[in-house]
């Protein structure tokens, strides 16, 4: 359907029957149609229920209606390979990142943690075994 279809189509229609399609015909309209749908409900002075994670694209920008979903969703295709690079070369910087990691929410978060801490602690032993080694061959 045409914009102006969608138009022509709910222009007789009643604040609440277009609440009522807004919320159960989402998947029969596109995403422009149902912007013209919304733009209707807030003309006829309804307010207009957006999902938490829903996040559209305009102008060039990103219109996020809930910032915490796309930090949460950030975080999960988050790398964290240099933290764990860090965990290893320093590993007081991967005990405190890791434990930082740690008190978040997100589980992808709490793994990272747990996998930093665990790279400081393999990483301490095996520098302490090689200052050992060297320690020894000096002596």
Not at 104 to 126: H, L
Request: glycine fraction near 6%.
């Amino acid at each position: 359907m045409a914009k102006s279809n969608v138009s022509e189509e709910i222009k007789d229609c009643t604040l609440e029957e277009l609440e009522l399609i807004y919320d159960t015909q989402k998947d029969l309209y596109t995403k422009d149609e149902m912007r013209v749908i919304s733009d209707r409900i807030v003309a006829l002075g309804g307010k207009v229920k957006k999902e938490k994670s829903e996040v559209t694209a305009a102008a060039g920008h990103l219109e996020v209606s809930d910032p915490q979903t796309v930090s949460r969703c950030a975080a999960e295709n988050m790398s964290y390979g240099m933290h764990y690079l860090f965990s290893v070369l320093v590993p007081l910087v991967g005990f405190i990142m890791g434990g930082i990691f740690m008190t978040k929410e997100n589980p992808a978060q709490i793994r990272a943690g747990r996998n930093c801490i665990w790279f400081a602690f393999a990483s301490m032993i095996v520098g302490t075994i090689l200052f050992m080694q060297f320690i020894q061959n000096i002596f």
